[in-house]
């Protein structure tokens, strides 16, 4: 296994998402196969409008080597708690340093895959801050399935509550189709 920055985990090179880990997480697992349903359900945040998907988040766990936080995405409805998207997270307090980190992680992680589509926006409100103060500066990788990886800085306005911070994702197109259509109405 190459370990790349962040703990970012692959085979050689990858086919799909699966085959993918963040802090040993990935797509496809079931939760509980880390966790028990009582450590899951205290760790439940409410993120969205939409419950389809519920999220767990997880907070500085010694287990995790690189990441402040991991939040994993899984069907509300699903008992086996299997995993349609991880998000890790590293904490910032300069923007500049986490849009550096960004720029090196995207290229190492392009590397990893053939036939891939390479989407960057320099700057862009984040849709969840109705005060249009925020703002994603994001990188993705769409493979040809349509999952996604994506390496983004956010840049929290100060009155949202939020900390700057690093994300990478893995994440299964039927939860991307969510998030775009379903997760904030």
Known sequence: ILILTFNFQILAKADD????????????DSLLDY?????????LVRIYKSDKYETA?????????????????FLKKDNKKTIYAIHGMKDYNNIDNCLNDKSEISSEIE???NNVS??????KKHVG????????????ITLQNKDLISISCYDWSKKSGYQDH????????KFMDWINNEAYK
Do not use: P
């Not at 988040?57 to 995405?73: A, G, R």
């Not at 390479?118 to 700057?123: R, S, V």
């Not at 690093?166 to 197109?173: A, D, G, P, Q």
């Open 17 to 28: 998402i699966s085959d993918l880990q963040i802090e040993g997480f990935s797509i496809g």
């Open 35 to 43: 966790f028990n349903k009582k450590e899951i359900r205290k760790s």
């Open 57 to 73: 988040e997880f907070l500085n766990l010694k287990s995790f080597k690189k990441y402040d936080s991991i939040n994993i995405n």
């Open 111 to 113: 590397d990893l895959f």
């Open 118 to 123: 390479i989407d960057e926006n320099n700057k």
């Open 129 to 140: 801050d109705k005060s249009g103060k925020s703002f994603t500066y994001d990188y993705y």
């Open 166 to 173: 690093l994300r990478i994702s893995i994440v299964e197109k």
